[in-house]
């Protein structure tokens, strides 16, 4: 059983070559595991330079639709809603788990599974004076002890994050966390809010000691009020904390307006959820047009941007826009995912602005796998 026939992988020094996650068809039909499953046909390789190389993993071959393995479905940016479907599917996950393959593909994306191994990527990447946002994969606990456990980690990680040199105690953090309330207890059937807002005081509490950023991650649009909500009661204690914004669903722009009027670090991204049209934009230009003019308003706001994107259209355009509002290169970010257009995060920094690394770690990898091979990094 594959999930893959992975085309040569990028061997270190050697961007030119192609990144596959698989080249599969066949979908998986019940008690037939000789069938191939695929997550994509990824072609396209993503060459040092090269912005409008795309790292694919489109075309998702016909997976499960509810109850209807032999359905196909298609995703709204190009590929399958299949491959978002695939993040929640226990077999796919326990299948991608074993195979070899899988991981030398997830290993672009994510550093590594221990905390060790993420601290050694952020060495790499304060050395080329990038900043980082650091992300303990999990999310959708089943219990309060599990999301206990998971803001010890993160109290641990920050620990050990505060016994870096360059910790600053003003200005821009160069260091920071991003955490999901899911993973704090969000979703549990009692007092859910209650626990995640409990365990998010705890984890800001210690950054704040640290000398360390918070940024509450963006889930689910069924997330959103609740998490807006925690963020606001949080910021109470921690007016430094950020707060992540995702461009297409239909109500950021209002969401932008009140963040941006209180001076809120805002993290503005495109989103990476299959979301109903009834809340969301669902083609990739009006996808864009919604990101400009909200990230208008956060730029002719008092708080600070972060830029999340890999669009080239969009970094294009921020340059002329900061002139515009009055921004000068310490007064926002970009940000970037780990492992994703390597070669502009360098040109960035190298032009004088400021630009955040988002580096994930954690055996909990597979959900973010699928959703960055389904938004397709290019974007």
Same mark, same amino acid.
Not at 184 to 199: H, M, P, T, V, Y
């Given at each position: 059983m594959a999930i893959a026939r992975a085309a040569k992988p990028v061997a270190a020094g050697r961007p030119d070559q192609t990144v596959a996650i698989a080249r599969a068809a066949k979908p998986v039909a019940a008690g037939r595991p000789d069938q191939t499953v695929a997550i994509a046909r990824a072609a396209k390789p993503v060459a040092a330079g090269r912005p409008d190389q795309t790292v694919a993993i489109a075309r998702a071959a016909k997976p499960a639709a509810a109850g209807r393995p032999d359905q196909a479905g298609r995703f709204r940016h190009g590929g399958a809603p299949a491959i978002l479907a695939a993040s929640r599917s226990d077999w796919l996950r326990r299948t991608a788990e074993r195979m070899p393959v899988t991981r030398k593909v997830v290993h672009r994306f994510v550093p590594g599974e221990t905390m060790g191994s993420v601290l050694e990527s952020i060495v790499a990447l304060r050395d080329s004076s990038r900043y980082v946002s650091v992300n303990y994969l999990g999310e959708d606990v089943a219990d309060a002890d599990d999301a206990a456990a998971t803001t010890q980690t993160y109290l641990c990680l920050l620990d050990a994050l505060g016994r870096?040199?360059?910790? &600053?105690?003003? *200005?821009? $953090?160069?260091?920071?966390?991003?955490?999901?309330?899911?993973?704090?207890?969000?979703?549990?059937? !009692? %007092?859910?809010?209650?626990?995640?807002?409990?365990?998010?005081?705890?984890?800001?509490?210690?950054?704040?000691?640290?000398?360390?950023?918070?940024?509450?991650?963006?889930?689910?649009?069924?997330?959103?009020?609740?998490?807006?909500?925690?963020?606001?009661?949080?910021?109470?204690?921690?007016?430094?904390?950020?707060?992540?914004?995702?461009?297409?669903?239909?109500?950021?722009?209002?969401?932008?307006?009140?963040? &941006?009027?209180? *001076?809120? $670090?805002?993290?503005?991204?495109?989103?990476?959820?299959?979301?109903?049209?009834?809340?969301?934009? !669902? %083609?990739?230009?009006?996808?864009?047009?919604?990101?400009?003019?909200?990230?208008?308003?956060?730029?002719?706001?008092?708080?600070?941007?972060?830029?999340?994107?890999?669009d080239p259209a969009?970094?294009?355009?921020?340059?002329?826009?900061?002139?515009?509002?009055g921004r000068i290169a310490n007064s926002f970010e970009y940000q970037m995912l780990y492992g994703i257009r390597d070669a502009e995060q360098r040109r960035l920094?190298?032009?004088?602005?400021?630009?955040?690394?988002?580096?994930?770690?954690?055996?909990?990898?597979?959900g973010y796998l699928v959703r960055r091979l389904a938004e397709r990094p290019r974007i």
């Open positions: 870096r040199p360059d910790v &600053a105690g003003d *200005g821009v $953090r160069p260091l920071e966390v991003s955490v999901k309330l899911s993973a704090l207890g969000q979703a549990l059937d !009692r %007092d859910g809010e209650k626990i995640a807002l409990e365990n998010a005081h705890t984890i800001c509490e210690r950054a704040q000691q640290a000398g360390i950023w918070v940024t509450v991650d963006a889930e689910d649009h069924t997330t959103t009020d609740s998490t807006l909500s925690t963020v606001r009661d949080l910021r109470v204690d921690f007016p430094w904390l950020g707060v992540v914004l995702q461009a297409y669903l239909r109500r950021t722009l209002s969401d932008c307006q009140q963040f &941006a009027a209180e *001076g809120a $670090r805002v993290r503005l991204c495109k989103g990476a959820y299959d979301e109903p049209a009834s809340v969301a934009y !669902r %083609d990739r230009p009006a996808v864009t047009d919604s990101y400009l003019r909200c990230l208008r308003v956060l730029m002719a706001g008092s708080g600070y941007p972060m830029v999340a994107t890999h969009v970094i294009a355009a921020v340059p002329k826009l900061a002139r515009e509002t920094v190298d032009a004088g602005s400021q630009v955040r690394v988002y580096v994930p770690y954690g055996t909990q990898w597979y």
